[in-house]
């Protein structure tokens, strides 16, 4: 799947550099692989993302991109994005507003001034970076995207009106594939990411949208997993169907 988001979000952008950190010995034509530890949690995660991967990347910014998320409007890219150590997606309803990680472009400089700062808790590492060391590294001279270009750099919970560059949340895939291409994601992604909170709000969100193929291949593999979730998914099923005052999918 991480494959799947680097194609995406290079196939009409040029990047460098495109750079791959996995623990699997791959080869894969333009990408540079970069060995490193199993992640196998999101806590494992951000003590990566805080870690010194950063020395491997040579240019002076780099763009986050994980599995769930790429670039969906190449022609929104702006120069002047560059200014910027950290643009991400607006968090609602924060003091800080920007920004999420996981569609996000950073400097490296912003990186080597993470490596001073000490850090008792460390998850989530946007978080750490943008909400709790935010003015320690802004006193440090590194500067964050104010809101308005955030928007048009990136959206998770909301702000797809605005068409940004990318995104970043498996319940907006709906947002960004047409609906024969999202249908095949699905029926190749494994049971865990279907059947997760995030497969739920994508599951709500393709009742609302109409996308019948979406829907049926999401109610098909989430009906196969335990009994609570089985009946979860028809109560969204019926609950979603008569909203929209239709039968379901």
């Not at 699997?24 to 993302?49: H, N």
């Not at 490296?108 to 946007?126: G, S």
């Not at 009906?223 to 979730?229: E, I, S, T, V």
């Amino acid at each position: 799947m991480a494959l799947n988001a680097i194609h995406r979000s290079t196939a009409q952008l040029r990047f460098d550099e495109i750079l791959l950190f996995t623990d699997q010995d791959w080869v894969v034509d333009g990408v540079t692989v970069v060995r490193c530890e199993s992640i196998r949690s999101a806590e494992e995660y951000s003590k990566f993302m805080l870690g010194d991967f950063h020395r491997h990347i040579r240019a002076p910014h780099f763009l986050v991109v994980q599995w769930d998320g790429f670039v969906m409007h190449p022609e929104k890219w702006r120069d002047d994005f560059l200014d910027w150590d950290y643009i991400g997606a607006p968090w609602p309803h924060r003091d800080y507003a920007v920004g999420n990680g996981g569609f996000s472009l950073r400097s490296v400089r912003l990186h080597q001034a993470v490596d001073t700062l000490p850090k008792p808790e460390c998850h989530p590492e946007d978080s750490f970076i943008c909400l709790w060391n935010r003015p320690q590294l802004e006193a440090l001279g590194m500067r964050f995207a104010p809101l308005a270009v955030a928007r048009e750099f990136s959206a998770e919970t909301d702000g797809y009106e605005h068409q940004p560059l990318g995104f970043h949340r498996f319940g907006n895939f709906n947002e960004a594939y047409e609906e024969a291409a999202l249908v095949d994601f699905l029926r190749a992604a494994p049971d865990e990411v279907v059947r997760s909170t995030e497969g739920r709000v994508l599951l709500k969100n393709s009742l609302l949208l109409g996308r019948k193929a979406v829907t049926r291949e999401l109610i098909s593999r989430r009906l196969c997993g335990p009994l609570r979730m089985r009946i979860d998914t028809l109560s969204i099923v019926l609950r979603y169907s008569l909203r929209r005052g239709v039968r379901p999918a």
